[in-house]
C-alpha cells in the first residue's frame, strides 16, 4: 500500500504562493501518474492538476496559468507550486496516485493539506 504525505499547506493572502509537497513510499513512485485534487468545505472534491510517468500534464481550467505540477523520482516527491491563489482556492488539497492510468479513478490518497486564501 503506498503512503502519500503531504506538505506546505497555509494561510496566504490573495496573490501569493505556495508550495505544496506530496512525498511518496514504494520503489514503483516514477512510473505512476500522479495528482492533486482539492475539497472546499461544503463541496466535492475536484480534480486540479495530473502528471504522468513521462512529464506530460494537464490542469483544470480553474487553475491552468496559475498552477504548476512537477515531479522529483529521485526523492518520490510530487509537488504544486501555486501563483496568483485567490480565496476560492481555499481547500484542503489532496495528493493522488493513478495506478491504474489517469483516466480512471486515483487508487491512492494522501492525508491532505489546508490550503487558506485571504482577501
Known amino acids: 500500500q503506498v503512503q502519500l504525505v503531504e506538505s506546505g499547506g497555509g494561510l496566504v493572502q490573495a496573490g501569493g504562493s505556495l508550495r505544496l509537497s506530496c512525498a511518496a513510499s514504494?520503489?514503483?513512485?516514477?512510473?505512476?501518474?500522479m495528482g492533486w485534487f482539492r475539497q472546499a468545505p461544503g463541496k466535492e472534491r475536484e480534480f486540479v492538476t495530473a502528471?504522468?510517468?513521462?512529464?506530460?500534464?494537464r490542469y483544470a481550467d480553474s487553475v491552468k496559468g496559475r498552477f504548476t505540477i512537477s515531479r522529483d523520482d529521485a526523492k518520490n516527491t510530487v509537488y504544486l507550486q501555486m501563483n496568483s491563489l485567490k480565496p476560492e482556492d481555499t481547500a484542503v488539497y489532496y495528493c493522488?496516485?493513478?495506478?491504474?492510468?489517469?483516466?480512471?479513478?486515483?487508487?491512492?490518497w494522501g492525508q491532505g493539506t489546508q490550503v487558506t486564501v485571504s482577501s
Open positions: 493522488a496516485e493513478y495506478r491504474a492510468g489517469w483516466n480512471t479513478s486515483p487508487t491512492g
Open positions: 514504494g520503489r514503483t513512485f516514477s512510473i505512476y501518474p
Open positions: 502528471i504522468s510517468y513521462n512529464g506530460a500534464t
